[in-house]
């Protein structure tokens, strides 16, 4: 997965109509929407299809809710009936910052933040929440049988008050207990050694195409005895399950083609029974459906909310293929093997045949759970390591999102603050866009779709556990920068001159050490696992070209820049790092990954942090955006279906309550 990358300093040549792209900022968010091109032009068989997808993605919401947090669905609940029933002054300062903390809990899908995992605070007091709570219609809050509202508020006010209590939702710190730290809702009753053991021993009666272990399910101890609940159709989450369920056979009805279909009654089957050789069969299926102009992505599938990488989150991605842009990511998986075998891997690494690598660009049509309203630009799935080396990978690349990160940071000033001279904010200006889409396609098809284990050497999240999910995103952008000068990417129609490539290192080393920082608190570390990734490659090629001088610090009128001064060299060194990525990976070495994570990845240089936080507060852009989706209706009449029309909301709250009260399914 590939979330937004160089914090609002690309620039998109074409102009779309009057598309209003950013609708509102508040806290560190900016509210965004993006366009579905085409959709229109669909004919109704597939439009209609779309409309069952949504729905079914729609359905699946309130998962994500459950699984950051158990309080979290309720606390959804009480937000909204008080915004609905509340009989007090709507129009004061407190009230505004009541709905601001709503707003920041939608967009994080809960109390924590989405990105540093923190829980927030609402900037009012206690006090005040209580007396929201007193002036709303009291039966409609989410009552447990035969509690009392003074009982409700003594459960409910400390769960978003208390700055000791579940107060971090993914802890990734080494040396503690992940498990019992994290506040997400994985696991219960249960230490990290239990778990892991549990783990182990399932592993260890795999022949060598094991089930992603633990992906579905919630693991509890009951009475001494470990147990997982698994999410399914009469399991844990049913009621969500079952209505998903509703709209994914009806999805099923109307397929596209044999292959689509086939892969929906899998993932149909998959939802059912629970049984995750199934889900690795629905997976296959799903990869080798390459023709569809419709997608979806829906299941449980990223693992980055676990700290032991085990358990994974909903997520709904419904797309249309973009035919255009397609033709370029085709290029890239078409040439898959040319990559593999001019990367800077050892061979005893590389795949002697990159089998079924597809690739493409996709419009989305809605996204829901874990990737909306903050979504990926990019996707590579599916994640089982065996089958990814026995059947390869789907990648694509998002561009209406990627389109819509453009258009709203057209202007934002943040370039030209951070960037060095005028020649780098013009190389960036020129090629920033070619650059970033390309970036994207390098590293989904090649960086993720790279590589193999050695013999005997078992998945990443066993060998390299909490460090897994940064080194993964690293080999990815490792080997993306690594072909990002590569002569070939023009005789291949790929870029038009070197200098995309160019403004893509100069961006990528602005980015890795200093932009991204404006999402970190200053005095903290970095968590979350892209943002440890981009730190870990520019720190280390900055700290390993220092003799040679290939990238210099700079100060002009007190402010700190990063100069790129000799890309080929530089691009010596990302290939020199991605060999010993890519070596961690397939040996399985964890004592060298969590060494390079934790002296590059991890640490923040404070003066510069606390410097590139003022020069950022004075552009005011937030750090962070997500998106309103499109909505979907259905036109019917005489009992068949006559259109299904797409229109696009532009007020963030309003998709929200829509959403909790159409789709509230837990
Ligand atoms: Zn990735």
Not at 305 to 333: C, F, H, M, N, Q
Not at 452 to 461: C, F, I
Request: net charge negative.
């Amino acid at each position: 997965m590939l979330p937004e990358l160089f914090l609002g300093i690309l620039i998109q040549n074409t102009n779309m109509l009057d598309f209003k792209y950013q609708t509102e900022q508040f806290a560190d968010i900016r509210i965004l929407r993006y366009q579905v091109k085409d959709f229109e032009a669909l004919p109704i068989e597939r439009k209609e299809q779309l409309y069952y997808l949504y729905k079914a993605a729609l359905y699946g919401r309130d998962i994500i809710y459950d699984q950051n947090y158990k309080h979290n669905i309720i606390i959804r609940k009480t937000i909204e009936n008080i915004i609905k029933t509340y009989s007090g002054d709507k129009a004061n300062d407190d009230f505004g910052k009541f709905i601001e903390y709503c707003k920041r809990f939608w967009f994080s899908n809960g109390i924590h933040h989405h990105y540093s995992m923190d829980k927030f605070y609402p900037a009012i007091a206690e006090g005040y929440f209580k007396s929201l709570i007193n002036n709303s219609t009291a039966s409609l809050f989410p009552l447990r049988k035969g509690e009392s509202i003074e009982e409700f508020q003594l459960f409910i006010l400390p769960i978003i008050f208390d700055k000791n209590l579940d107060n971090k939702r993914v802890v990734l710190d080494h040396g503690v207990d992940l498990v019992d730290l994290s506040a997400n809702n994985f696991y219960e009753n249960v230490s990290q050694d239990e778990a892991e053991l549990f783990y182990k021993e399932k592993l260890a009666s795999d022949g060598k195409r094991p089930p992603s272990h633990g992906l579905n399910s919630k693991l509890v101890k009951e009475h001494g005895v470990l147990k997982e609940l698994v999410w399914k159709a009469d399991g844990m989450y049913s009621s969500a399950i079952k209505k998903m369920l509703f709209w994914l056979r009806k999805a099923e009805e109307v397929a596209e083609n044999k292959q689509q279909g086939e892969a929906l009654q899998k993932l149909i089957l998959f939802y059912e029974t629970g049984d995750l050789a199934i889900f690795d069969d629905y997976s296959i299926a799903w990869l080798k459906d390459t023709s569809s102009l419709i997608d979806v992505v829906n299941g449980f599938i990223e693992v980055y909310g676990d700290p032991l990488g085990k358990k994974a989150t909903y997520e709904s991605v419904v797309s249309i293929r973009d035919i255009e842009a397609t033709k370029r990511a085709e290029t890239v998986s078409g040439n898959a093997q040319w990559f593999e075998d001019n990367s800077s891997t050892d061979k005893k690494h590389k795949k002697e045949k990159v089998t079924g690598l597809s690739a493409k660009a996709i419009n989305v049509v809605v996204q829901s759970g874990d990737c909306s309203p903050s979504g990926p630009i990019g996707i590579n799935l599916p994640n089982a390591e065996w089958i990814r080396e026995e059947y390869g990978s789907k990648s694509v690349t998002i561009s209406n999102i990627i389109e819509a990160y453009d258009e709203a940071s057209k202007d934002s000033g943040a370039l030209k603050e951070f960037a060095f001279s005028d020649e780098e904010v013009a190389l960036s200006k020129k090629w920033s866009n070619i650059a970033s889409s390309l970036h994207v396609d390098l590293h989904e098809i090649i960086g993720h779709g790279s590589g193999k284990l050695v013999a005997g050497v078992s998945d990443p999240s066993e060998t390299l556990k909490n460090y897994a999910s940064t080194l993964e995103e690293a080999r990815a952008d490792l080997a993306a920068l690594y072909f990002a000068i590569h002569p070939h990417l023009i005789e291949l129609g790929l870029q038009p001159d070197i200098e995309v490539g160019y403004a893509e290192y100069n961006a990528y080393i602005r980015g890795g050490l200093m932009t991204q920082l404006v999402r970190v608190e200053l005095g903290k570390n970095i968590e979350e696992s892209h943002m440890r990734n981009r730190q870990l490659i520019a720190k280390w090629v900055f700290e390993k070209g220092q003799a040679d001088n290939v990238l210099e610090k700079k100060i002009k009128k007190g402010k700190t820049y990063f100069v790129v001064n000799d890309y080929k060299k530089l691009r010596d060194l990302f290939g020199e790092l991605l060999r010993e990525v890519q070596r961690i990976k397939s040996e399985g070495d964890f004592e060298a990954g969590k060494d390079l994570v934790e002296n590059y990845g991890v640490q923040v240089d404070y003066e510069l942090h606390k410097e590139v936080l003022e020069r950022w507060s004075k552009l005011n852009i937030a750090p962070y955006a997500g998106f309103i989706n499109p909505k979907l209706e259905m036109k019917a009449g005489c009992g068949r279906i006559n259109d299904v029309v797409i229109s696009y909301p532009n007020d963030f709250m309003d998709q929200m309550l829509e959403y909790g009260e159409v789709y509230g399914s837990l």
